[in-house]
Protein backbone atom coordinates (compact mmCIF):
# COMPACT_ATOMS: atom_id res chain seq x y z
CA UNK A 1 0.00 0.00 0.00
CA UNK A 2 2.67 2.25 -0.43
CA UNK A 3 1.71 3.74 -3.65
CA UNK A 4 -1.43 5.54 -1.76
CA UNK A 5 1.05 7.18 0.82
CA UNK A 6 4.10 8.62 0.30
CA UNK A 7 7.10 7.04 2.63
CA UNK A 8 8.41 10.15 3.61
CA UNK A 9 5.81 12.20 4.31
CA UNK A 10 4.20 8.94 6.34
CA UNK A 11 7.51 8.75 7.85
CA UNK A 12 7.40 13.16 8.85
CA UNK A 13 8.25 13.36 12.67
CA UNK A 14 6.71 16.54 14.10
CA UNK A 15 3.94 17.56 11.51
CA UNK A 16 2.83 20.56 11.81
CA UNK A 17 -1.08 20.42 12.62
CA UNK A 18 -3.43 22.56 10.87
CA UNK A 19 -4.97 25.41 13.27
CA UNK A 20 -8.35 23.95 14.13
CA UNK A 21 -9.83 27.34 14.04
CA UNK A 22 -9.37 27.50 10.20
CA UNK A 23 -11.67 26.44 8.54
CA UNK A 24 -14.13 28.78 11.17
CA UNK A 25 -12.10 31.51 9.72
CA UNK A 26 -13.14 30.73 6.12
CA UNK A 27 -16.71 29.86 6.86
CA UNK A 28 -16.53 33.74 8.18
CA UNK A 29 -14.61 34.92 5.06
CA UNK A 30 -16.89 33.72 2.81
CA UNK A 31 -19.86 34.78 4.26
CA UNK A 32 -18.83 38.09 4.51
CA UNK A 33 -18.01 37.76 0.22
CA UNK A 34 -21.62 36.46 -0.14
CA UNK A 35 -22.77 39.43 2.09
CA UNK A 36 -21.26 42.27 0.36
CA UNK A 37 -21.31 41.18 -2.74
CA UNK A 38 -24.68 39.39 -3.05
CA UNK A 39 -27.12 40.49 -0.22
CA UNK A 40 -26.43 44.12 0.77
CA UNK A 41 -26.93 45.13 -3.62
CA UNK A 42 -29.55 42.87 -4.00
CA UNK A 43 -31.53 45.20 -0.08
CA UNK A 44 -30.27 48.22 -1.63
CA UNK A 45 -31.87 47.56 -5.47
CA UNK A 46 -35.24 46.30 -3.35
CA UNK A 47 -35.08 49.56 -1.25
CA UNK A 48 -34.83 51.94 -4.25
CA UNK A 49 -37.42 49.84 -5.81
CA UNK A 50 -39.58 50.01 -3.23
CA UNK A 51 -38.93 54.06 -2.88
CA UNK A 52 -40.05 54.18 -6.42
CA UNK A 53 -43.45 52.25 -6.60
CA UNK A 54 -44.22 54.83 -3.56
CA UNK A 55 -43.32 57.92 -5.24
CA UNK A 56 -45.54 56.91 -8.54
CA UNK A 57 -48.11 59.49 -8.81
CA UNK A 58 -50.92 60.29 -11.23
CA UNK A 59 -49.46 61.31 -14.89
CA UNK A 60 -45.96 59.26 -14.30
CA UNK A 61 -44.81 57.53 -17.76
CA UNK A 62 -44.25 54.02 -16.51
CA UNK A 63 -42.28 50.91 -17.51
CA UNK A 64 -43.93 47.75 -16.71
CA UNK A 65 -42.60 44.52 -16.57
CA UNK A 66 -43.89 43.31 -19.47
CA UNK A 67 -42.19 46.00 -21.85
CA UNK A 68 -45.09 47.41 -22.14
CA UNK A 69 -45.41 51.63 -21.84
CA UNK A 70 -48.06 53.57 -19.88
CA UNK A 71 -49.54 56.56 -18.71
CA UNK A 72 -50.60 56.24 -14.61
CA UNK A 73 -54.22 57.12 -14.96
CA UNK A 74 -55.20 56.32 -11.15
CA UNK A 75 -53.22 55.17 -8.37
CA UNK A 76 -54.42 52.86 -5.84
CA UNK A 77 -52.88 51.60 -2.48
CA UNK A 78 -51.75 48.14 -4.13
CA UNK A 79 -53.08 48.24 -7.88
CA UNK A 80 -52.63 51.08 -10.87
CA UNK A 81 -54.65 51.87 -13.62
CA UNK A 82 -52.83 52.78 -16.68
CA UNK A 83 -53.01 54.26 -20.23
CA UNK A 84 -51.72 51.96 -22.96
CA UNK A 85 -52.97 53.44 -25.70
CA UNK A 86 -55.83 56.20 -26.60
CA UNK A 87 -58.54 55.15 -24.10
CA UNK A 88 -57.12 51.73 -22.96
CA UNK A 89 -57.05 51.28 -19.77
CA UNK A 90 -55.59 48.38 -17.34
CA UNK A 91 -55.55 47.72 -13.81
CA UNK A 92 -52.25 46.56 -13.28
CA UNK A 93 -50.32 45.71 -9.45
CA UNK A 94 -47.35 48.49 -8.79
CA UNK A 95 -44.62 45.92 -8.45
CA UNK A 96 -45.30 45.10 -11.85
CA UNK A 97 -43.47 48.78 -12.36
CA UNK A 98 -39.80 48.22 -13.67
CA UNK A 99 -38.95 51.74 -14.55
CA UNK A 100 -40.33 55.46 -14.32
CA UNK A 101 -39.59 57.23 -17.51
CA UNK A 102 -39.34 61.20 -17.30
CA UNK A 103 -41.85 63.14 -18.60
CA UNK A 104 -42.71 62.87 -22.40
CA UNK A 105 -41.12 59.78 -23.27
CA UNK A 106 -44.10 58.41 -24.64
CA UNK A 107 -44.45 61.28 -27.25
CA UNK A 108 -41.85 60.79 -28.83
CA UNK A 109 -41.53 56.47 -28.52
Do not use: C
Not at 13 to 26: D, E, K, T
Amino acid sequence: MDFLISTAHAQAVGAAQPAPWSPLIMMLVFVAVFYFFVMRPQMKRAKDHRNMVAAIAKGDEVIISGGILARVEEVGDSFLHVEIADKVTIKVQKHAVTTVLPKGTLKTA
